[in-house]
């Protein structure tokens, strides 16, 4: 059954490289009908409790949640984790280590800016970086705009910070079985980011999959910002084919730069074990004013 859920379960605030506030990006989640909510920085879970008490004062379920960058074959793939133990050390420290090399990447990358001709772009992209152990492409890619390098920030990826092009600088993140195994181990669900977006070829992306499964991760984002609407279908039938669950998630960083706006996504393809089943126990419910509870409240 194709279900009419609101559920968004991917997104980030000014703990990574959103531009809105755990608190911002819940009032507009609420406000464009979002019945379950998940912040996911990147690598970070340092909003989480914010992320969850802003959900609960709007009556708004939510799921823990991060984006863990991997390294697999020589790209980057994002894991996303949900549902899981915000306290749990290991996660706490995998999560730490993985941010640790980004300062020095940046740094890396403004000098190969320098290279052709952009200067102070380290210092620049660092202003649009709440967290500093967060700088990330997206900082550098703010700044490019405001110096009037780039139009906008796609264009910035287009023409700068990725594979062969000036600003690109190779990372070694975390490994896929330790990313899925820190989610896994604090009680939460691992699930495939965006997979559209990698430049994998079949082989690979079998790979990827058969890794990810045989490691314990559990579902794939199949309706998401980064996917069209045939690689709804496609990846519809890669996950009834490896036996994962589906998740929907717009992928939302900011009002001025994001195509897919929080909360707006059509509903996952019919025959799909929505990712959110799985995840039931692990739900915050919001308590909500029903005769239920208020009969509960006078015993
Ligand atoms: P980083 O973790 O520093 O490598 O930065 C990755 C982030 O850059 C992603 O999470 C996106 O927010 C952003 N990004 C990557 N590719 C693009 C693109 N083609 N257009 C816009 N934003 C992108
Ligand atoms: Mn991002
Ligand atoms: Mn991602
Ligand atoms: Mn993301």
Not at 70 to 89: P, R
Not at 93 to 107: M, N, V
Not at 155 to 177: D, M
Not at 258 to 272: K, V
Request: charged content about 20%.
């Amino acid at each position: 059954m194709t279900s009419p859920f609101n559920a968004d379960l991917h997104s980030h605030s000014t703990v990574s490289d959103g531009t809105l506030t755990p608190e911002e990006l819940a009032a507009r989640a609420k406000t464009n009908g979002v019945a379950l909510w998940a912040l996911t920085d990147h690598d970070e879970i340092g909003g989480q409790a914010r992320a969850a008490a802003a959900a609960r004062a709007l009556g708004m379920d939510y799921l823990t949640g991060v984006e863990i960058s991997v390294s697999f074959l020589h790209q980057t793939v994002h894991i996303v984790g949900l549902g899981f133990d915000a306290d749990n050390a290991a996660l706490v420290s995998g999560l730490r280590q993985t941010r640790g090399g980004r300062e020095q990447r940046a740094r890396e990358m403004a000098d190969s800016l320098a290279k052709v001709g952009i200067q102070g772009a380290f210092e620049g992209a660092l202003k649009y970086a709440g967290n500093h152990d967060l700088i990330s492409r997206t900082h550098f890619a703010r700044f490019l705009v405001e110096t009037g390098v780039c139009r906008d920030t796609h264009e910035v990826f287009r023409k700068y910070l990725t594979e062969g092009k000036p600003g690109f600088v190779e990372h070694r993140w975390a490994k896929l079985k330790d990313a899925v195994a820190w989610i896994t181990q604090a009680g939460g669900l691992a699930v495939i980011a965006h997979p559209a977006r990698y430049k994998f070829s079949a082989n690979e992306e079998f790979a990827l999959f058969t890794e990810f499964k045989g490691h314990g991760g559990r579902a794939v984002e199949v309706v998401t910002g980064s996917h069209t609407p045939a690689e709804y279908i496609s990846y519809a039938d890669t996950a009834r084919e490896f036996g994962l669950a589906a998740s929907r998630g717009s992928d939302f960083h900011s009002p001025d730069e994001s195509h897919t706006e929080i909360g707006t996504l059509p509903p996952l393809p019919a025959g799909l074990t929505p990712v959110w089943e799985l995840l039931a126990d692990r739900i915050q419910v919001t308590a909500r004013l029903s005769l239920g509870a208020a009969a509960l409240a006078t015993h």
